[in-house]
């Protein structure tokens, strides 16, 4: 079968007959509800350039006088804390109550419950953050960059990057100067798996020379750019920077948290754990510090603290992601009860996101290829390719294939996920791992051995099931002949 050539958001690997699209619905109510309507979506240039603007509104009151810093960091992207963060959103639903064409206050508004959402892992702020900014573009028509971007972060936030591209190439159009535009474009177009254009939009970002306030922000966006490419130092370098930057002990956190991630990612895990400890003692709530600290501990061997970490993680609002780490450590460690109240868990939470406009394909995906349907992990994950093919649903999507048995089609999408000019540049042991795995299946000795080698260099800690699955394939292929022949 013929192979198309493919550019980005298009697929890189032999056309397959489609089954009926079964997010198709949800996809098209949430793309209709994050446009509002019509005039909103596609003819913002139909509105008036100048609309009857209102007059007399009164001056803030003091809350808002006393956290004057604070919108101005949710509405730019810039972490907050959750306590500044509930005073805020109290103050602008009195404001848009009082006065309800108010565009900056709702905008305020929506990006606070976004970001919300974002530390709590409740979802059921999304909707309403999706109300109050589409209030706020109704108020101020097509000038309101604010609420673009704001539209842009909720999508990028429900894994919808085609919605957020949008929202987001319009706020840059309106705004061309305004940095926080070009940083809401970078996640978008990752998640489509459109590196060119992710690389170039941080070139112009860049080029930008932002202001003290928002450079760290901008470090931080250019941390990630770099790590897709495998510069884990540059990487490093950029949140070590961002951290040493930030101006309030929230902002701080967020980017240690980053940090301890790398980190991890490199096996490195007395630095991840530094990392991680430092930004809970800041932010005692951030819930990605204490799944953090889990994942290392559990690697240290200190395995009580680790589980007790993981359920400070998950207290009051679970996300589904930590409840999977969650529920392997429990398998690795032989109590497959305690597990399967975890993926139970996973399965109840992403359906409640999946309520609130979030789109769990690529989770569920992972989570059914080795704990559940796979067959449903497949047809998920065809689904997520076919919008958004970046390298991690690559990866995913091979691995399930994998595990149905279908390998040659497994290594096509395993190989993107590894192959640098297709974006593919990050080190992750994950990928190595399934690559290897695939490749010892098709008999591709020599191949699986050293992508299973790599996969241990990278992170030998990366995941207390597929380390052991490594190890002992690895085993299995003993030691490579004294001279192989060439690879076909």
């Known amino acids: 079968m013929t192979k198309r050539q493919s550019g980005p958001g298009t697929s890189l690997v032999a056309e397959r007959p489609r089954r009926p699209r079964r997010r198709l619905l949800r996809r098209v109510l949430l793309v209709a509800s994050v446009t509002g309507t019509a005039a909103v979506g596609g003819a913002l240039v ?32 810039v972490p907050a804390a959750l306590p500044d963060l509930t005073r805020l959103i109290g103050d602008r ?25 974002r530390l709590t892992a409740d979802t059921a702020d999304y909707p309403r953050a999706e109300r109050a900014l589409r209030e706020s573009l109704d108020a101020k028509g097509d000038k309101n960059v604010e609420a673009l971007e704001g539209l842009a972060a909720l999508a990028n936030a429900r894994r919808d990057f085609a919605v957020a591209r949008n929202w987001g190439e319009q706020a840059r159009k309106l705004a061309p100067k305004r940095w926080s535009a070009y940083a809401v474009l970078i996640d978008a177009y990752t998640g489509l798996g459109d590196y060119k254009a992710s690389r170039s939009t941080l070139d112009k970002l860049l080029a930008l020379h932002t202001g003290a306030a928002a450079r760290p922000a901008v470090m931080v966006r250019a941390s990630a750019v770099y790590r897709d490419r495998g510069w884990r130092e540059d990487a490093a370098a950029q949140l070590a920077d961002a951290a040493a930057a930030a101006r309030t002990p929230a902002e701080q956190a967020d980017y240690l948290a980053r940090a301890g991630q790398l980190a991890w990612e490199r096996g490195d895990r007395e630095e991840a754990l530094r990392h991680f400890e430092a930004a809970g003692r800041l932010a005692p709530g951030l819930r990605a510090a204490a799944a953090g600290r889990g994942r290392v501990l559990a690697a240290l061997g200190r395995t009580s603290e680790a ?21 392997e450590l429990y398998e690795s460690l032989g109590r497959e009860e305690e597990a399967r109240a975890q993926y139970d868990l996973l399965r109840d939470r992403a359906a409640q996101d999946e309520a609130d ?51 040659e089609e497994a290594l096509e999408f395993a190989r993107i996920a590894t192959d640098k000019d297709k974006g593919g540049g990050v080190r992750s042991a994950v990928y190595s791992f399934h690559l290897g795995m695939i490749e010892r299946e098709l008999d591709l000795s020599g191949p699986a051995r050293r992508h299973l080698q790599e996969a241990l260099r990278i992170n030998p800690y990366f995941s207390p099931l597929g380390v052991p699955s490594a190890q002992s ?14 690879e076909s």
Do not use: C, M, S
């Not at 639903?93 to 009082?98: G, K, P």
């Not at 359920?311 to 609002?317: E, K």
């Open 46 to 77: 139909l509105l008036p350039k100048d609309p009857p603007h209102r007059a007399g509104l009164p001056a803030p009151g003091p809350k808002a006088r006393a956290h004057a810093q604070a919108p101005a960091a949710v509405t730019a992207g």
């Open 93 to 117: 639903e009195n404001q848009v109550r009082a006065h309800p064409r108010d565009a900056r206050a709702w905008a305020v508004l929506g990006t606070a419950y976004l970001e919300r959402g």
């Open 307 to 327: 589980l007790a970490a993981y359920r400070t993680a998950l207290a009051a609002r679970p996300d589904p992601r930590y409840a999977l780490e969650l529920g």
């Open 357 to 407: 406009g979030v789109d769990e394909d690529l989770l569920l995906g992972r989570f059914e290829a080795d704990h559940g349907d796979r067959e449903e992990a497949v047809e998920r994950l065809r689904d997520e390719w076919e919008t958004q093919p970046g390298i991690e649903v690559a990866d995913a999507l091979g691995w399930a294939l994998h595990r149905v048995g279908e390998d």
């Open 473 to 486: 394939a690895l085993a299995r292929l003993g030691e490579p002949p004294d001279e192989e022949p060439p």
